[in-house]
């Protein structure tokens, strides 16, 4: 005699997934305004690591392209090396613009890798860093040059031995501990 068979299982019933939601166009809009908002310009790579709940890539290009044909927004490409239709917020070209033209900074920039602006992996050449809390990524000119993710640092770019050191430090540093070293050092 079977020990644990189906007639001791307990009810069962049939649950169906959820299918797509079909969003109004008025909330399909909210969201395309919103990542543009966002990033100031957008393409379907930079939206390849946003919420899977986000509305697909054809209806915000629909968006996209009636926003443009009224003149709210520009059509393009602005980013090299992207494939695909990308859109922009003038602002945001005139932005783009004025960067290139000025000369690169040395100075280190160290964002959490669940800041948005985080796009490394994605339009910003390199590894796809988990994103998750504690995970850092440090660029020098709009470069990233190093990762941290569960304390272990990797140099994404070759650097010197005193480089690496300076790096690991600005990496471990609490956000507010690294403002005030940077102020240190500008001081020294």
């Known amino acids: 005699m079977a020990l644990f068979g189906i007639e001791d299982a307990g009810r069962w019933t049939l649950i169906r997934q959820p299918g797509p939601v079909a ?11 919103s990542l543009l908002r966002r990033y100031g310009v ?36 602005f980013i090299a090396g992207q494939s695909g239709e990308q859109f922009a917020l003038p602002d945001a070209i005139g932005l783009m613009r004025q960067v290139r033209r000025q000369p690169a900074d040395d ?16 339009v910003v050449p390199g590894p796809k860093l988990a994103r998750v809390a504690g995970s850092r990524v440090l660029y ?12 272990q640092v990797e140099m994404l770019v070759p650097v010197s031995a005193g480089e690496q050191q300076a790096i690991t430090r600005a990496l471990a540093l609490d956000p507010a501990l690294r403002f005030l070293a940077a102020q240190a050092e500008a001081e020294a």
Not at 107 to 122: E, F, M
Request: contains cysteine; glycine residues 10%.
């Open 23 to 33: 969003e109004s166009p008025d909330a399909i809009e909210h969201v395309a305004r």
């Open 107 to 122: 100075s280190l920039v160290c964002l959490a890798a669940t800041d948005p602006a985080n796009l490394l992996g994605t």
């Open 42 to 77: 957008v393409s379907w790579r930079m939206l390849e690591r946003e919420a899977a709940w986000l509305p697909a890539w054809r209806e915000l290009v629909r968006v996209y392209r009636r926003l443009e044909a009224r003149g709210e927004i520009r059509g393009g490409r």
């Open 140 to 151: 020098r000119g709009g470069v990233p040059i190093a990762a941290s993710v569960g304390g």
